[in-house]
Nanobody
Framework: QVQLVESGGGLVQPGGSLRLSCAASGTIFSINDMRWYRQAPGKERELVARITSGDFTAHADSVKGRFTMSRHNAKNTVYLQMNSLEPEDTAVYYC?????????????????WGQGTLVTVSS
């Protein structure tokens, strides 16, 4: 079984910083693209950032210059460094990944979601 586990959310004041982590575990052969999404109360889920297996990154305009996504391939982990946080960044942040799982002699192509971690930006 393959899973993603996020951590690092919490309450922070406007202008503050947080670092989210997302670790993949299980019988993993390889991991391709990984993404961070967020969903604010009453709003649709939106893509915040993504990173390819070759470390190419792209960030939403709303977070560009403030958030940085990175990955540590040996640890099957991605990070989202969030600086200059604003109340509008309050949301549940979800990790998402395209994972090739090893299943005996077979390989399964999976899209996996984490359970989410809550980020609250408030004074």
């Amino acid at each position: 079984q393959v899973q993603l586990v996020e951590s690092g959310g919490g309450l922070v004041q406007p202008g503050g910083s947080l670092r989210l982590s997302c670790a993949a575990s299980g019988t993993i052969f390889s991991i391709n693209d990984m993404r961070w999404y967020r969903q604010a109360p009453g709003k649709e889920r939106e893509l915040v950032a993504r990173i390819t297996s070759g470390d190419f990154t792209a960030h939403a305009d709303s977070v560009k210059g403030r958030f940085t996504m990175s990955r540590h391939n040996a640890k099957n982990t991605v990070y989202l460094q969030m600086n200059s946080l604003e109340p509008e960044d309050t949301a549940v942040y979800y990790c998402n990944a395209d994972i090739v799982a090893q299943d005996g002699v077979y390989r399964r192509y999976l899209e996996v979601w984490g359970q989410g971690t809550l980020v609250t930006v408030s004074s």
